[in-house]
Every structure is written in C-alpha cells, then in structure tokens.
C-alpha cells in the first residue's frame, strides 16, 4: 500500500514539476531561516548557562537613587562577607594594564583582580597548572588561551613572569603564571583575558586597608551564591540593612542593594559599567518572531498551493472513488504526497542551513559548528515543522475532496472544479494577503532599521570625529600634568592638538557628582547632581570646539588651572532657580561652582560654556556635564590630527611615543569607537534586512505559483476574451489588478502595526530620525512591484494562447 501510494506521489510530482519545485524551494527557505534563527536566539538564551549551579548565582547591583550600577564599594562587600560567612561571594574588580614578558609589551584591557573564591563560584576549567590554589600567594597569575599564545606562543607558559603596570597606580608588579584556563566559552558576559591573585595587590600596596573605609569608590564587582531556597528580595533587603549598619551614615542615605541572578545578566541588563556589553531580550524576542512569521509565510505558501492544486484534482479523486477508492486511501495518498515534499524540504533546508553557518557568524560573532544542526533540539524542531506542514497542506484535500460524490464530480466536470475553486478562493485570497502584510511590515521595519543606523553613524557629535584620535594613557604618566609626549608630539607634522582627558570616546560611564553655583553656604540638597569629565589644557582644542562663551581652558592662566567649563544642559540644570538674567553663557561666566566632592572641586571659577558635546552614544540623551581643569583620572590622550596628512600625523605621534614610553601605541579614530560601539544594532539590522528579503522572496514565489495555477483555471475565459477582442495589456491588467487589490489590503493591514513596532524601537534611543510615511511607501511599492510581476509573467503566458484550441473542447 505505502509502496504503491510512493508511486503514484512521484509520478503525480514529476509531472507537476513548477508546482513542486515552487514548494519545496519555498518551504526550505522558510525553514532554513528557522533553523538560523533558533540557533541564534538558543546561543543568547544559553548565556552563563555552562557555570554549575548557575540559577542560584546573583550579582550585586547598588542602586542609588534613580542611578543603579553593577558595582558597589569595598566595605559594602567586605561587610557582607564578615555578617554570611556561609555564603560563596566572589568579589573582583577589573583593570586595564601594560602587560608582557620583558621586551614584549601589550595593552591588555581585561585583566580581572580576584580571590580564590572567583574559582569556586565560576566553571572556568584550568587546562594546565592551578589557580584556586594559587590565588591564595601574591604574584600569582592565570591566563586564557589566546594570552598564553601571544605572550609565549608555543612554550608552555606555567612558571613564566609577566611584568604587569597599572594594576593600581604607575607600579609594575611582577606576577609568575600558575594556570592556563580552557578557552572562555563565546555566552558569557565577561570574558577576562588575565586574572591576578588579589592578594597580589595587598602585598604590593596594602590595597585592602586603603579601600577599607572608601565608601564613594563602588568599582567592586561582586557575585554570590544563593542558597537553595533563599528569597534573592529578602537576602537584598538584608544586605542593604546590614551595609548601611555598618556606614553609619558614610553611604549615600537613598543606596540599596539587590541581586540580579547571573542567567538574566545578558539579555536583561543595560546599565552604566558593564564589563562587556550585553544583548537584548527585546532583539531576541523580534527575532523569534521573525521566525515565526517566515515559517508561517513558508507554511502559508505550502497550503495555498495545495489549496490551488487541488481544485484541479477534483476529477482525479472522483475517478479513484468511481473505481472503488475509500475514503482512507485517498486521505493517505495525499498524505504521503505532501510528507514527501516537505521530507524534501526539510532535507535541503538543513544543507542550506549548515552552508549558511559561516555568514551567521560573520554577522553575529558566534561560533556555529554544522554538528549542531544534527542536535536533538534542532533535528526536532525540523520533524515538528514538516509534521505540522505537511497536514496542514494536505488536510482540505485529503479530508474534503474525499468525501465528494464521484458521479457529482464526474458529470459536471470542470463546474466542479469551479465550485471547488470558489469555496476555497476566500482562504486563498486570505493567505495571500496574510503573506504580503507580513512581509511588508517587515520590509518596513528593515527601512527604518537602516536608516536609523546611518543616522547614529552620521548624527553630529559637535566636534569632527574623523580627526580626532584617542590613545590610553600609560599607567606611569598619569596624573603627571603636560607630558613629555604631549609637549613634543604637537611639533610634528599633521598633529594640530594634543589634551588628556577621561573618559575615552565614546564614553560608557561618566562620573557625577553634586554641584551648585558658589552661594552663602548650599545646604546639601540644594546640589545638583551632575555629570563631570577630567581634562587638561587644550581638551577643548583637540576636539576643535570653541566655546560660545568665555574661553576655553588657558595653559598660561594660573587661575584656570583649577577651573571648570560647562555644558549648556549644565548651565540649564545648575541655573534653572537664578532670575533669567542670570541663566545666560555670559552670566555663567566667572561665577564659582562648588561641589559636595571637596576633593572634586572646592570653588572652582567658571572660564567658559560649550555647546553640549556627545560623548556618549545616541542611545543616552546628553547629559548635563561639568569639564573639570585636572590631570586627576585622565586616562586617555586626545589628538587632534590634519585629515589630509592623517598617516603621516600618526606615523609622527608613533615615533614620538616610542622615544618617551615603554608601552605598545594603540590609538581609534574617534568615528570609527563611535561605529564599533553600535555594532549590536548593525548586527541586527544585518539579519533583519536578510529575513526581511527572504520573506519578500517566499511570498513572491507563493504568488508566482498560484497565479499559475489561476491562468490555467481560467485559460478559456482568457481564449473568450481574445475571441473577442481583448488585448494582451487587457488581459494582463484583468490578473494584475486582482493582485494588486490584494497587496493594497496587506499594505493597510500591515503599515499600523509596523508603525506601533518601529516607533517603540526608535523610543529606545535618546536622538533618532523622524518616523514619516516614505519607509511605508518603499516597503509596500516593493511588495506591489513583487506582486504584479509574478501575475504578470503569468498573464502574458496565458495570453499568448491560441484561442481556437483553448475552445475546441467546448
């Protein structure tokens, strides 16, 4: 029986060779897409998941006030650890160094400082040597992988020495490598490239002691495990009580603590000082819908050919039930027929996706192995989508045209196949117009998508990003003032500024602070809280800003050695309660602000006003934003560089740098940080766009495919019509304009739903582009052009037939 119903479902799909090829072409699409996006949303959801016992591993968060932040300060850790002496807490702070065996020197910017308990909280399997037990003598250090291989390529690097500067201050600390990790796996939300033992700071520096009772400084990271059972909201609230016990009112009055469970990390998490940045549960949930709607377009397309076949097969099935078929053998025969190409489908889906692997990763940075499509999770994913599939598609014929009368079908012919067409015309139509709202929408949101990220890499930050580089500051010459380099490098040629300043661009975390224009004694609520950069002389130059009012920073002033420059959304903040003649850049300037950090800022004149700068990306509106005449915590030089001798200017700066530092130049073009820094949302938009065009791609397959079968339906109307006159531009608008009133109803059915959609994801950034009607228009003329095409192409096949012999049976 199976034997025989193979048969005559190869036989039946050899001759329908359009039809089946427009099937299993469509359906393998859709589902390949499927497969790349499950994979995709299973490796973000999989994030920290390798750790033992990670569902009961949490991170401390300190929230203050309005402001929340992976970190906390040290007593607040230490406090925790000396009141839960069973609790696992692994506390660590991460640095950057100048680091290398002697005569080889990198920067390396993910060194992490712990204690032995990192190890017990954490998997990271040692591949050679120790660490846990390492880490609890000074001068001890493990490596990953790719460290080890830069650092002493193929020799075994236990027992080796790193020379290491900038773990704290300007001192180099020499530290023997005791471990070398497993390769760190690509879902984890950090990634150190070295770890030193923590202790290695307490004998260096008594580190400890010094940070004991700092309770302003909260770059302590801090991670814990939850015992079984344990309420993480209670066990917060607890922390928070016991912290500020033991402040005694040093803490900031409004700070809290709660812990956030290290599973949640990637997708639910944006704050301010990440290690590395996250993803996006929203992204990944798009994402899942993405997939969703192209298998829906892939499935829909599969049925609505179905449907549109089997109004030709009416006369099939009557001759099968005349000659005494039951009802079973034909339900199983178009069974088997439709389990065979979505078999089909299934196999060349799972080759197109294992040869599309590579682009996955070119565009999401995560390493796929083919072996993982073979994986139980994504070989039944496979089975449940061709399972559900294939009765779909073959549910209307198998189980209504079988129970039709054969004499009814025989005897009035292609009337019933008429009648047929008519009851399942209303669901086609339905289908189609379902297809073509999905993918316009989609085509919509890619639009916006695109442009939105132009937009990011084009907005103006106020200053020109394209001549302007940053380098990281050795360890040793900061907090030095005007350096050698800096007074040399400007001599040469092409370099026309160079300042020192902090942060680097753009900005992940600026420092704030409280502020307030100088008055008779400001009560300590009547600060502003306000954010504030460090720089030096020249800052302002190197970015070629110029202030709209006063000056900018003077190196021959003595008075504005300890001098401040506001933005004008800080003139804003800091002058909002002053009468209005005095909220003005002239007004603000040669006042005297005052801050509640005394070793910030005691009474520092005010030398000019800016025009708010972004230092930031355009996901964070600017900030109000205090410039601060210091070399305390300047961390990075800024160079302003000639764009047409920009080689020559950083071949000069090299050559500078390589007389005056023992440490690797590294420099970014200022566009080029801000670029790299909207990676997550080019990768998005990438996958976006390609899911977009393959939706597009199935739904006009689709079309083409049942227009086929529509001017074959209607091949003698089409031969009445030429008898009688009718052009082939007739003919051709009589298929077209059907479509086109389709299309027109997915245009009206979709464009509010892609505007609620894209206009959330714009409300995401601070600055974005104005939603108007032409991302609608192009996606949906794109959906129409589709649309009439594969009518089209088939109109003019069916026009050209000879009306005579398309008669003769009549």
């Known amino acids: 029986m199976l034997r025989n119903h193979l048969t005559m479902t190869l036989r039946s799909l050899r001759r329908h060779l359009g039809y089946t090829t427009i099937n299993i072409v469509g359906l393998a699409v859709g589902i390949a897409a499927c497969l790349l996006i499950g994979l995709y949303v299973q490796h973000q959801w999989s994030y920290d998941r390798f750790h033992e016992a990670a569902d ?46 002697e005569g080889r020197r990198f920067n390396e910017d993910q060194v992490f400082i712990a204690r032995p308990s990192f190890f017990d909280l954490f998997t990271f399997p040692v591949q050679r040597g120790t660490a846990r037990a390492a880490f609890n003598r000074p001068n001890t250090a493990v490596l990953t992988p790719a460290v080890a291989e830069k650092y002493f390529g193929e020799t075994d690097p236990i027992g080796k020495t790193l020379e290491m500067t900038g773990l704290q201050g300007d001192e180099t600390v020499s530290v023997t490598v005791t471990g070398l990790l497993e390769p ?101 949930y798009l994402f899942v819908g993405i997939a969703l709607f192209i298998l829906l ?36 025969q178009f069974l088997v027929e439709a389990l065979v190409l979505t078999g089909c489908a299934a196999v060349l889906a799972l080759a197109s996706a294992a040869m599309a692997l590579p682009l996955l990763h070119t565009v999401t940075e995560a390493t796929f192995e083919p072996s993982v499509l073979v994986e139980p999770r994504p070989l039944a994913l496979l089975a449940g989508i061709t399972l559900v599939t294939a009765l779909g598609s073959a549910s209307y014929p198998a189980f209504v045209l079988s129970r039709f009368d054969p004499a009814a079908i025989l005897g009035s012919g292609s009337q019933s196949a008429g009648r047929t067409g008519r009851w399942s015309s209303p669901l086609r139509r339905g289908l189609v117009v379902f297809q073509f709202a999905v993918a316009v929408a989609l085509g919509t949101a890619t639009i916006v998508a695109y442009w939105q990220l132009d937009y990011l890499q084009t907005a103006d930050p106020g200053f020109e990003t394209e001549q302007v580089v940053t380098v990281p500051m050795p360890p040793d010459a900061r907090g030095e003032g005007q350096t050698p380099f800096q007074q040399e490098v400007v001599r040469r040629p092409g370099v026309l500024a160079a300042a020192q300043a902090s942060p680097a661009l753009p900005a992940r975390l600026l420092r704030s602070a409280g502020f307030a224009f100088a008055g008779q004694g400001v009560p300590d609520d009547e600060y502003q809280n306000v954010q504030f950069v460090t720089v030096g002389p020249n800052f302002f130059e190197a970015l070629g800003v110029e202030p709209v009012a006063g000056r900018s920073f003077d190196p021959g002033r003595p008075a504005d050695s300890s001098g401040v420059v506001l933005n004008r959304a800080a003139l804003d903040r800091l002058a909002k309660d002053l009468p209005s003649g005095q909220r003005t850049a002239a007004a603000a300037v040669g006042r005297s602000l ?9 009474r520092a004149p005010v030398v000019g006003v800016v025009d708010d700068l972004r230092l930031r ?100 109307e089409v031969a009445v019509r030429k008898a009688v006159g009718a052009s082939m531009g007739q003919i051709v ?36 582009i104005d939603l108007g009607p032409t991302p609608f228009v192009l996606a949906g003329g794109s959906a129409l052009l589709v649309a009439v095409l594969s009518a089209s192409t088939q109109a003019l096949r069916a026009a050209h037939i000879d009306p005579a012999g398309a008669l003769r049976d009549e």
């Open 617 to 716: 990306t355009l996901h964070d509106a600017v900030a109000p934003t205090v410039f601060i005449r210091t070399s305390l915590l300047c961390d990075t030089y800024y160079l302003r560089v000639d764009a047409t001798r920009a080689d020559q200017a950083l071949t000069e700066a090299r050559a500078v740098w390589e007389e005056v530092h023992d440490a690797p130049f590294a420099y970014t073009f200022a566009d080029q940080a801000f670029a790299s820094a909207y990676r997550s949302e080019q990768r998005a938009g990438t996958l976006f766009g390609a899911f977009a065009g393959l939706a597009l791609v199935i739904a006009g397959l689709g079309l083409f495919g049942l227009a086929a079968f529509t001017a074959r339906q209607r091949q003698k």
């Open 184 to 284: 760190i796996p690509d879902a984890s939300h950090f990634h150190p490239r070295i770890l030193v033992s923590w202790a290695t700071l307490d004998a260096a520096m008594n580190f400890t002691e010094e940070m004991r009772e700092n309770w302003s400084a909260g770059a302590f990271r801090a991670y814990l495990k939850v015992p079984e059972g344990t309420d993480p909201l209670m066990l917060a609230d607890q922390f928070t009580r016991q912290a500020q016990e033991r402040a005694a009112g040093r803490w900031d009055r409004d700070a809290r603590l709660r812990l956030q469970p290290l599973t949640d990390i990637h997708l639910h998490s944006d704050f301010d000082y990440e290690i590395e940045a996250n993803g996006s549960a929203e992204t990944v």
């Open 733 to 768: 608008r009589l298929f077209s304009t059907d479509v086109a009133r389709l299309v027109g109803v997915a245009i009206v059915i979709a464009a509010p739903v892609a505007y609620l959609g894209v206009q959330r994801w714009l409300d995401t950034f601070a600055d974005h």
């Open 56 to 101: 009961r591993i949490h991170r401390v968060v300190g929230v203050y006030g309005e402001t929340a932040m992976p970190a906390t300060q040290w007593p607040v850790i230490e406090e925790l650890q000396r009141q839960n002496p069973s609790l696992t807490i692994a506390p660590f702070f991460t640095a950057s160094a100048v680091a290398g065996p």
């Open 297 to 332: 377009l892939a499935g829909v397309n599969f049925v609505n050919l179905a449907l549109a076949r089997s109004v030709e097969r009416t006369q099939e099935v009557g001759v099968r039930k005349a000659i005494g078929a039951g009802q079973g053998h034909i339900v199983w």
């Open 594 to 602: 005052t801050s509640s950090s005394a070793w910030l800022v005691k």
